[in-house]
């Protein structure tokens, strides 16, 4: 199974023994957050990949029956940083609860 950004806020299902891989575009002004996986469903797989600056890309094995939730986060405007320069503080957060029968 394959997520994007676009997947915000879906529970998804998936079989034991599948797995799941996402890719979060970004940018270097406003970059994802490295993936985390909760709970004991999921374990971190190689994604396989190359990450250009500011994506996230992960991949997780389903290991076990169970929940889990996958997170990620980024500025909601680029990052400015000096003097006159102004920044935002929002943060827009990214996740997707995944249950694994």
Same mark, same amino acid.
């Given at each position: 199974? =394959? ?5 915000? #806020? ?5 079989? /034991?023994? #599948?797995?799941? @891989? ?7 002004? @406003? ?5 985390? /996986? ?12 190359? *990450?250009?600056?500011?994506? /996230? ?11 889990? =939730?996958?997170? &990620?986060? @980024?500025? *909601? ?7 006159? @320069?102004?920044?935002?503080? &929002?943060? =827009? =957060?990214?996740?997707?609860? *995944?249950?694994?029968?």
């Amino acid at each position: 199974m =394959e997520l994007t950004a676009a997947d915000n #806020g879906r529970a998804v299902c998936l079989t /034991a023994g #599948g797995q799941i @891989r996402l890719t979060l575009d970004g940018t270097r002004e @406003r970059p994802w957050t490295p993936v985390t /996986a909760s709970g004991g469903a999921l374990k971190a797989a190689n994604p396989g990949i190359a *990450v250009l600056p500011g994506d /996230a890309v992960a991949a997780y094995d389903a290991v076990a029956t169970g929940d889990a =939730e996958l997170g &990620s986060s @980024r500025p *909601v405007c680029a990052q400015h940083t000096g003097p006159g @320069r102004m920044s935002c503080k &929002s943060v =827009e =957060e990214w996740t997707v609860t *995944v249950t694994v029968r």
